[in-house]
């Protein structure tokens, strides 16, 4: 059974490989490409293996980060020596494209998050003048918001746990097909977290080793997060994630 899921949040390569460069704190200017291309590979292989829609764009990326580690590898030519408007010589660093490339859309990533940041501050101000509103007013317990975890976090979180439970080991073992649908899986985490009525770690929510069960888990909590029926926790970078149900969701079997 196959489980094809496209992700809006993902942004494309350079957004991943801007990730990369700030969680790893490489210098932009000075790129160590086969550090960055290891990871991204790593990144783009967990995707594969959770059989997530990837956009050709991603491996159109994953080849010029190879094309350029190769290049690195490869002795310099004399083509590659180049004048300056100053006529001093340099060579051509075959990472100096890419550079500009992220440099650019770093550029324009920022200028978007201010631009949605002064949004948000915009939208706080009101001509209207106030009312008096209170016996319309309802005690409603503000859901906590999510700032920290993202896709990313997520996937490394996933990467850890694969890691954990050694998937990878070769194993002897009888091959059943059990198929598990993610509509049902969805159910069966709001489910308990309702029962412990507060919030598990992620790593709870995977009980059984098969990894079948394991990727349709995965995919079930991405799912809920899309749709805003759990919020996810992360006190701060490479700290446990933990997941809570939103107070008012119903099951998703009783819609």
């Not at 590898?73 to 660093?93: A, R, T, W």
């Amino acid at each position: 059974m196959q489980y094809n899921v496209k992700i809006d949040s993902f942004e494309g390569p350079l957004d991943l490989l801007l990730h990369l460069i700030n969680r790893l704190e490489i210098d932009i200017y000075d790129i160590p490409v086969s550090k960055i291309t290891e990871q991204y590979l790593t990144y783009i292989h967990t995707m594969q293996e959770l059989q997530l829609d990837i956009a050709s764009e991603y491996l159109v990326m994953a080849a010029t980060l190879l094309e350029i580690k190769s290049k690195m590898l490869l002795p310099k030519h004399e083509e590659e020596i180049v004048e300056d408007d100053l006529g001093l010589e340099y060579e051509m660093d075959p990472r100096d494209e890419l550079v500009e490339r992220l440099i650019e859309y770093k550029k324009y990533k920022e200028a978007a998050d201010e631009f949605k940041s002064l949004e948000q501050e915009r939208s706080l101000f009101f001509t209207k003048p106030p009312s008096d509103l209170s016996e319309f007013t309802k005690d409603v317990q503000t859901d906590k918001v999510d700032l920290n975890v993202s896709l990313y976090d997520m996937l490394s979180a996933f990467q850890k746990l694969m890691r954990r439970k050694k998937l990878q080991k070769p194993l002897s073992t009888k091959i059943t097909r059990q198929e598990i649908p993610i509509e049902k899986r969805m159910e069966e985490i709001l489910d308990n977290l309702r029962m412990v009525k507060g919030r598990m770690s992620f790593h709870e929510l995977f009980p059984f080793p098969e990894k079948e069960h394991i990727v349709v888990t995965f995919l079930a909590v991405l799912e809920l997060m899309k749709r805003k029926e759990i919020h996810v926790e992360q006190e701060h970078n490479f700290a446990e994630i933990f997941v809570a149900a939103k107070e008012g969701v119903e099951l998703v079997g009783d819609r």
